[in-house]
């Protein structure tokens, strides 16, 4: 009877001591380096990001995170691209981080998913768009956003199907001009307009790149109002963006129609600097919020929680690098990581290449296909979206509306063409 | 024509600028022979101390140089007294350490506090200023005068008043001074706080022009080390001219270059002003060592 009784309570021992480490694994949460620049240049858009991905995990974690496992962030300052190399090495080795996501900017961007390919580490990236972050071989990144040439795309058809009419213009009358400011981000979509461009036949009057750190815009603007462009594209970051604009005011600078390209044009600080001047103003870029008939009835519930969120949180609607950020990793958490078992970098990427998502499964009305050395563009690409939206959305005295193009939109573009300096 | 002198004016008054943000730093450098890597970051403080008095108290952010110069003058007193005075008789890399990590301590309390935001007061004068076909923002032309008012000031104070003449002497000879009665540690302390105030003063100007976030020293502090030395370490009319130049190298090779190389360009001005007076424009001989000019 007592070997009985020692043999029961061996048993029941070790099925309790199994049993608490299975749930102990069960709750163990997933644990996700995120890079973004939370201090330094440019923190202001990083940290929107950051607020946007912690409303993300906050909601996945109160719906009981992912297959019963909570979201973890462990953080990390991406300030410059240095920063973001020892940041993502730091996270890496020393948390044993194997998932990283971020990172904002395209030259952050490029150093984080180098980081990561060299430590085998799966990343997950949002926003950054420079087109050579998907084109160095990497196995292990993946580029959620859309690409640069994208963005330019958005700007130029934006052009040719709609300011065009407007103005009472064929498209290939129009002088169009091309400002970009000269690092990653500038200098990719400024190739892409270019490119794009000369396929579409449009003639650039004026192509200039600029140091966004420059404290004096009067010799571009001059340099513009000498060449008497129709319509002006620029790629800008926040504080330039706000340099030009007052310029332009200062010199008179007058166009048909400006087209300013994420960054600096999406940015809310713009209004807070320059007032209603902004109003009118177009942006080719991630759109902040999209007509809600082009989301899939679920992508739409999640998409109020999230909008109504971020603006109790942050007294404001989101930009739409911030309601990007929150798509790329709403979708990393819901489409990703609920078909792993290990959450080793190798299966993540087979999931990943094997998603197949329509437009309209992501909030900001983005599908997922990514690309995987079979993109007959560009056999060189592995890990690009293909499916990552992109429009020209509108600053209007009420906020700002998509106009751009006609499935996204949720308004007609206005203002075109834009009144004079001293009408505004 | 007109292109040519637009570019030309918005140059000087433009270095104008520059040189008013430059002046607090040469004189420091000329009588303490220290360089203030945090001297962005003080710009910075001021500029949001400017921003503060003008939207939440109502005053126009000229008047806010009745409160922000005195704050300034304070504040670098205080940081004289913690940071720097400690370091004078020890090797100069530790001054240079010790202002390096005051800019990232001051740049991360703002990014804390006042968050990556973009700050602006709304401006002052809606109109810009037309003469014939050129045209420019009255704020500008108003901080140029400022400028030029400072530097002749600055320059009377040096020349003709007792505290002017003990800085000089500081400068010639700190010992000998301190023999002849002149509390030398004092002088570097009002010196340090001087500049300090001049930022202020910078900031003020710079508030109804510029926006202010937590890094925008960044964007103005090499500047401001290019214009000291190219005007002349140490000597405070070479910081107009040294600021001048560069404005208008600047404008000018932005246009007819492109926008992308007016750093270089004002830079191989720089490097020839090196090679060929390299003491500055304006500098003396050994003016590195002997401090601010006679």
């Given amino acids: ?424 | 024509m007109t292109t040519l002198g637009q570019l030309v004016i918005s140059g000087i008054l433009i270095g104008g600028i520059y040189a008013l943000m430059s002046i607090g730093l040469t004189l420091i450098f000329g009588v303490l022979r220290i360089v203030n890597f945090a001297h962005g970051e003080f710009l910075m403080l001021a500029m949001y101390g400017a921003w503060a008095v003008t939207t939440l108290l109502g005053f126009n952010p000229y008047v806010a140089v009745l409160a922000i110069v005195p704050a300034m003058f304070l504040f670098g007193g205080i940081v004289y007294r913690i940071i720097i005075s400690p370091g004078l008789d020890k090797p100069h890399l530790v001054v240079v350490f010790a202002t390096m990590g005051l800019s990232i301590f001051l740049q991360n309390v703002a990014l804390m506090m006042m968050t990556a935001d973009l700050w602006d007061v709304p401006p002052i004068f809606s109109h810009a200023v037309i003469v014939g076909a050129l045209r420019f923002k009255a704020e500008l032309l108003l901080g140029f005068l400022i400028t030029i008012l400072c530097t002749v000031g600055l320059q009377w104070v040096i020349r003709a008043t007792y505290l002017g003449k003990a800085i000089r002497a500081t400068v010639q000879d700190g010992e000998a001074a301190m023999l002849m009665g002149i509390p030398v540690p004092r002088i570097f302390l009002i010196t340090f706080a001087g500049g300090s105030a001049l930022v202020g003063l910078a900031a003020c100007v710079m508030m109804p022009l510029f926006s202010v976030f937590p890094t925008v020293g960044l964007n103005f502090v090499l500047i401001a080390f290019v214009v000291v030395v190219l005007g002349g370490m140490g000597s405070i009319e070479g910081a107009l001219i040294g600021g001048i130049c560069i404005g208008v190298v600047q404008s000018l090779s932005s246009y007819y270059v492109a926008p992308a190389f007016g750093q270089m360009f004002f830079f191989i001005l720089f490097l020839l002003v090196m090679i060929f007076r390299p003491n500055g424009i304006l500098g003396q001989k050994g003016a590195a060592t002997i401090g601010i000019n006679d």
């Fill in chain 1, 1 to 424: 009877m007592r070997v009985w009784l020692r043999l029961c309570a061996c048993l029941f021992g070790a099925t309790a001591i199994l049993l608490a480490g299975g749930v102990a694994k069960a709750q163990q949460p997933i644990r996700i380096g995120v890079l973004l620049p939370l201090t330094g240049p440019f923190a202001k858009n990083g940290i929107e990001n950051w607020e946007a991905m912690q409303i993300a995990r906050d909601m996945i974690n109160e719906r009981g995170g992912v297959n019963g496992r909570k979201i973890e962030f462990v953080q990390g300052d991406a300030t410059s691209p240095n920063a973001a190399i020892s940041e993502t090495e730091r996270i890496i080795t020393k948390d044993g981080i194997k998932i990283t996501t971020g990172s904002f900017a395209s030259p952050l961007a490029i150093a984080v998913s180098q980081a990561a390919e060299r430590h085998g580490v799966f990343h997950w990236e949002t926003t950054g768009a420079a087109e050579i972050i998907t084109r160095r071989g990497f196995k292990h990144t993946f580029q959620v956003g859309a690409p640069a040439r994208k963005y330019g795309q958005a700007a130029v058809d934006f052009v040719i199907e709609d300011v065009a009419k407007r103005l009472k213009k064929p498209a290939s009358d129009l002088r169009l001009a091309l400002l970009w400011e000269n690092r990653a981000f500038g200098k990719s979509v400024g190739d892409g307009i270019r490119a794009y461009t000369g396929i579409k036949k449009i003639k650039l009057v004026y192509d200039e790149g600029y140091d966004q750190f420059a404290t004096d815009m009067t010799p571009i603007v001059q340099k513009l109002k000498d060449e008497k462009p129709d319509v002006l594209i620029a790629i800008s970051f926040p504080n330039d963006a706000i340099l030009f604009q007052r310029k332009a005011k200062e010199l008179d600078f007058n166009v048909a129609a400006f087209i300013g390209v994420s960054a600096g044009y999406s940015s809310p600080d713009l209004r807070n600097s320059i007032g209603d001047m902004v109003n009118g103003l177009f942006v080719a870029d991630f759109p902040p919020k999209v007509n809600p008939n082009v989301l899939k009835p679920d992508v739409r519930k999640v998409a109020d929680e999230f909008y109504k969120r971020y603006e109790d949180k942050m007294k404001r609607p989101p930009a739409g690098h911030a309601a990007a950020g929150f798509s790329a990793v709403w979708a990393l958490f819901t489409e990703v990581l609920p078909k792993g078992k290990t959450f080793e970098p190798d299966e993540l990427r087979e999931i990943a290449l094997m998603l197949d998502l329509p437009e309209g499964s992501l909030v900001n009305g983005s599908g997922i296909k990514f690309t995987n050395f079979d993109w007959p563009d560009d056999p060189k690409d592995a890990g690009q979206n293909l499916r990552a939206s992109i429009g020209v959305w509108q600053w209007t005295k009420s906020g700002n509306d998509q106009v751009f193009p006609p499935k996204l939109a949720t308004h007609e573009a206005a203002m075109v063409p834009l009144p004079v300096w001293s009408k505004r």
